[in-house]
């Protein structure tokens, strides 16, 4: 009789699972409300604080035309140039590294691209690639001396930052006598690659917006935003891809593994090496992307493009909720937290708030994030055990 009843109570059980009978239920496992869920997801600090500050200067200045199409371009676009360098300098960040050359790397690489196509001939799209393919250089090489020496990439950026910095300014002014390089633009005229760093796309649609009413336009009837900048494309388009890769791909988890112990993750057969020369060459893509932006947009390159660039980025990556220890972290976190220093910033100007508080507030938002980043990561360690 057991024999033949024991098949009954297998099924019924099964059968209870199925149905969700409370009888089912595995005590071992514990029921986690969806709001703790939400508090423990690393980029919750930052939406959360994104929301609260667009919603202050939505009340302190909500009619200044801040929220005007123009307004939010000019946010919008802000965000977008440090959301570029955040990406990159965030997956670094969670595989435990830093990267503090990545903006004199913007100096150097709009000069790369703006002294060989302004002085000496050579066609656009080979000036950027040529751009492109040095900081890529400079990123490998970056991030060998780390592996290898075992040296904190701290120091080793550290040095790459001064010596970035040196060369921009001594070598633009041993080829063309000066730090401002300028008349670009008219050289990118019609250039196949030029367009997906200075172009605008959907410029149809706002044309036919103002032609229906809708949006800012001059006393001719044309927008005031006659399109959306190709750095908001790349920002877009790069925190999807490294979001993706980060959170559904094995290279993903090679990052959180080798910034949350790197013994480990070599023991079990992480190429740790490779992951972390690799992440140092894609800050180093980043930041050659936003020298490009730069450049095709204002038509030159300056030496001192890209100053304090690298605290700005690692500031929105903590705020985005990576800890500095790494192993921990959000593409989507960073990119919201450059979106506060950009709403920040020009919202700032448009309440008419002494610029020199900005500064002032950046360094409370990393403060409170950091305090807030390490409550939370206590309140994940101590459920877990």
Known sequence: MTDQTQPVEVSKIEEDKLTGSNAAVDERVRNVPAWKRLLHRPEFGAISGAALVFVFFFITAGDSGMFASDGIMNWATVSAQLGLIAISAC?????????????????????????????????????????FAGAMLIGFLNGYIVVKTGLPSFIVSLAFLFILRGLTIALSILFTNRTIVGGIDKYAEGDWLAVIFGGRIGQGIFIWLAD????????????????IPMVIIWCLGLAIIASWVLL??????????????NKAARNVGV?????????????????????ACQVFEFGSASADR???KE?????AVVIGG???TGGYGSVIGAC?????????????????????????????????????NNYIRKKVTEARH
């Not at 506060?340 to 008419?352: A, E, L, N, S």
Request: net charge negative; no cysteine; proline share 4%.
């Open 91 to 131: 997956l670094l960040m969670i595989a435990g590294e830093f990267d503090l050359s990545i903006g004199s790397m913007i100096g150097f690489a709009g000069m790369m691209m703006t002294i060989p196509a302004v002085y000496w001939g050579w066609p656009i799209w080979g000036a950027i690639l040529f751009a």
């Open 212 to 227: 229906m009413g809708i949006g800012s336009t001059y006393d001719d009837g044309y927008p005031v935003v006659d399109g």
């Open 248 to 261: 559904r791909t094995p290279f993903g988890n090679w990052i959180f593994a080798t910034g949350g112990d």
């Open 271 to 291: 190429p740790v090496d490779k992951v972390k020369i690799s992440l140092f060459m894609f800050t180093a893509f980043t930041a050659t992307v936003y020298a």
């Open 306 to 308: 890209g100053v304090l």
């Open 311 to 315: 605290f700005e980025a690692i500031i």
């Open 322 to 324: 990576a800890l500095l």
């Open 336 to 372: 919201f937290g450059a979106l506060i220093f950009g709403v920040v910033q020009m919202g700032i100007f448009f309440t008419g708030i002494d610029s020199d508080w900005f500064r002032v507030f950046l360094g409370g938002m990393l403060l409170i994030a950091v305090l807030f």
